[in-house]
């Protein structure tokens, strides 16, 4: 990518609050936590190539654990984040050894059934969640003596952590560790007879996955104020895995390109049609995209930009 | 060494292997021959710890394979290819090459990522693929691939390699090139063992055949005595039943 097309989105990224209404300034942040979202899902999906379709499980662990522990524990949000992370972790670590030793279509249901399990539990712990009604009133996160009660201070704290993410997922697959991801999803015997413990990566995957899964849900549970058994809605893993899919799996850009997508597409199209017809539009585009991009946005473009369809050595000409 | 004792691995009531023994000698090319079923594979796959024996042990200088993980036996140094082939479909010959130097290096990944280029450069070019390096390997064709596998299990920095059926399917000149290329790999100080049906390109590179049959060892020697001996060539060709 040449230095502008760096820069740019950065320097975009950065200025937004100074020249977007605060309801654009809210679509934006919603971008920014899905991007989270997307990314974490990435790096299972993208690059170890396993699904995982019980991703809002994470995510609603993230908030449900920040949310209580500041309202009932009276915690501050930087603690109570660091704990949402942790726990999410723990999650991703536990449905990972339950279930990556086998893989595949396994791993698929696990993920799916640990996250109805978890919703249940939230929906019927009412002691602990406050059952079907939620938990309102999450207090906003505070930085020293400063509330991160406006929408430009929450926007700049959500573009934190985005670029917090991008940066460990970057750090990460250029690192032997997201070698053995790639190898992994490549040939997975292949991988393992020249090395590569198979269980442990993608252990190590599910963990760092799950972690910024539960970031994500932990701003997300700061940002609304209020948290409800919804957070652990199927619909929430689907939006995140057609972000990721559409945006470009296996790249770094891709699940960013696809957060801001499909979190902007249905405000846009809620302000010109009907519900029906939002539903109808959207799949339309998933389907021409699919038709169009197999690849995703951001390969699709990378490759037309070099001019070949795979220039990078070291990177993976991305699946259809 | 790699010594093979009383290996034997039952599917259910068959006997795919029947406390099968043998050495392989370092340094040499060994080959490991059989009718079809024979327990060729089946001994390849208890070995590098794709199949948990049912008996019998494994050792690698003295030290137990049995029981461990296939990449913890890689790990060791024991590295195997796939009698099918088996390649990173849709990485770049250059990509796969970097990729295997970076996750066969037991050191720190920073800084020495230009190092491990070069070193997969010049494994690309001692498979003699370096005009193909801009491809990806499901781009190739069948016979490269199999010279990609090489390269593959070459990266793991193996110190005794175990190729399943290398020649398969290719054609004559190409199985000429990967006779040479073996060669090439044992002068590197890497012991070879290979299972192949090709008996002329196994009786042209081994020093030591190994002839399996029915799960068992039948005969151990040189080439030139494995050709000769009478229960290799019953095993083969059967025995004559006299008139009625």
Redesign the interface.
């Known amino acids: 990518m040449t230095r502008i097309g760096r820069w740019l989105p950065a320097l975009v990224a950065l200025t937004l609050p100074l020249w977007l209404s605060t309801y654009h300034l809210h679509v934006a942040i919603m971008a920014g936590i899905f991007g989270v979202l997307a990314l974490s899902l990435n790096l299972l999906l993208g690059y170890t190539g396993q699904l995982s379709l019980g991703h809002a499980a994470f995510f609603g662990i993230g908030a449900y654990t920040s949310a209580l522990l500041t309202l009932r524990l009276e915690w501050s949000f930087w603690p109570a984040l660091a704990a949402a992370m942790a726990l999410a972790g723990a999650a991703g670590w536990f449905v990972g050894r339950l279930s990556l030793k086998l893989r595949g279509a396994y791993f698929v249901l696990v993920t799916i059934s640990f996250a109805g399990v978890i919703s249940l539990v939230s929906v019927n712990w009412i002691e602990l969640t406050n059952g079907p009604l939620g938990l309102p009133g999450v207090p906003a996160p505070e930085l020293g003596p400063w509330s991160l009660r406006t929408k430009s201070a929450y926007y700049y704290l959500v573009l934190a952590a985005v670029a917090l993410c991008y940066a460990v997922c970057r750090r990460l697959v ?3 560790i997201g ?2 991801f ?2 992994l999803r ?2 997975e ?10 269980t442990h990566y993608l252990v190590v995957a599910a963990v760092v996955s799950a972690a910024m899964a539960g970031l994500g849900g932990s701003l997300y549970a700061h940002y609304t104020r209020f948290v409800s058994p919804e957070v652990f809605l199927f619909t929430y893993t689907v939006t995140m895995v057609i972000m990721v899919v559409a945006g470009g799996k296996g790249t770094l850009a891709g699940p960013l390109v696809g957060a801001v997508l499909f979190t902007v597409l249905p405000e846009t199209l809620r302000a010109v049609a009907s519900w029906q017809w939002q539903m109808l539009a959207y799949g339309l585009l998933l389907v021409l995209l699919l038709f169009f991009l197999p690849r995703g946005i951001v390969p699709q473009i990378s490759a037309y930009i070099a001019g070949r369809p ?1 220039s ?8 259809p | 060494m790699l010594a093979v004792r009383d290996l034997a691995v039952r599917f259910g009531g068959v006997a795919a292997l029947d406390g099968v023994s043998f050495a392989v000698r370092p340094g040499s090319i060994t080959s490991v021959i059989g009718p079809n079923g024979a327990g060729k594979t089946t001994a390849f796959n208890a070995i ?1 710890g ?1 199949l948990r024996p049912t008996g019998g042990r494994v050792t690698y200088d003295g030290a137990p394979l049995t029981g461990l ?4 036996i ?2 060791r140094g024991v ?4 009698q099918r082939t ?7 010959l ?2 796969t090459a ?3 130097a ?4 037991r050191r720190r ?1 920073a800084g020495e990522e230009s190092r491990l ?1 070069a070193d997969a450069a010049a494994l690309i070019e001692f498979v003699g693929l370096g005009h193909r ?2 491809e ?1 390997a499901s781009g190739l064709s069948y016979g490269e691939q199999r010279l990609v596998e090489l390269a ?2 070459l ?2 920095r193996p110190r005794v390699l175990l190729l399943d059926e290398p020649g398969a399917g290719m054609s004559a000149a190409e199985k000429v090139g990967v006779s040479r290329l073996i060669r090439k790999i044992r002068e590197q100080d890497v012991t070879v063992l290979l299972v192949e049906h090709d008996m002329r390109m196994v009786m042209g590179i081994s020093d030591t055949v190994i002839v399996l049959n029915g799960g068992r060892v039948i005969a151990e020697g040189a080439p030139a005595e494995i050709q000769a001996h009478p229960d290799v060539i019953r095993a083969y060709l059967g025995t004559s039943r006299g008139p009625a």
């Not at chain 1, 015997?189 to 198979?198: D, H, K, Q, T």
């Not at chain 1, 990078?312 to 699946?319: K, L, N, V």
């Not at chain 2, 993980?69 to 913890?72: E, F, S």
């Open positions: 250029n690192s032997r070698r053995a790639v190898a490549e040939n015997p292949l991988a393992e007879s020249v090395g590569v413990e198979v795979r990078d050595p070291g990177a993976r000409a991305p699946s | 590098t794709y993980r296939p990449a913890a890689a790990r590295v195997r290819t796939f088996s390649v990173f479909p849709s990485l770049h250059r990509g970097v990729l295997l970076v996750l066969a290096g990944l280029a390096r801009r990806t593959v299990a990266a793991a």
